[in-house]
């Protein structure tokens, strides 16, 4: 495994790269992703930056990164790039995270092995938006627990 980049060199590459340099929670958010460890809780307050901490990491490595958004279907046919690892990053609704063609991947060993992270956006509306009985705005959020 490849030794740690400092939260200076994160800033650097985070405004070389996006035009935006990274505070250093953000960077030290990116050094604990780079870790590998499996689960990580970032709260932050609307606007304040959480969006970037899902993207440092993705400088330094090469896997395919899952965001999932509180949005309706963003497409089915994004399937078939997705299983072949054409994306870098794939922005997809709790509905077709839990869809079974999803499912089907997630059972390959060789599709799980270019997956570098998934992420939860507004992690909150698993609760809030998938209702006590899944009966919510977002029903789907309940399979995600």
């Not at 958010?29 to 899902?54: D, H, M, R, W």
């Not at 869809?99 to 570098?116: I, R, T």
Request: aromatic share 12%; charged share 20%.
């Amino acid at each position: 495994m490849d030794p740690l980049p400092t939260t200076e060199d994160i800033q650097f590459r985070s405004a070389a790269n996006y035009c935006l340099p990274a505070c250093l929670w953000q960077a030290e958010n990116c050094q604990i992703q780079l870790t590998g460890i499996p689960y990580l809780v970032c709260t932050a307050a609307t606007g304040s930056g959480k969006t970037l901490t899902f993207w440092l990491p993705m400088l330094y490595q090469k896997g395919t990164t899952f965001i999932i958004v509180p949005l309706k279907n963003l497409g089915e046919q994004m399937a078939i790039a997705i299983e072949n690892h054409e994306y870098r990053v794939v922005i997809i609704g709790p509905e077709l995270i839990i869809d079974p063609c999803f499912w089907a991947l997630w059972k390959q060993q060789s599709f799980c092995d270019g997956v570098d992270r998934i992420i939860i956006d507004e992690f909150h509306c698993i609760d809030d938006w998938g209702g006590c009985r899944g009966e919510g705005f977002h029903p789907e959020f309940i399979e995600l627990r």
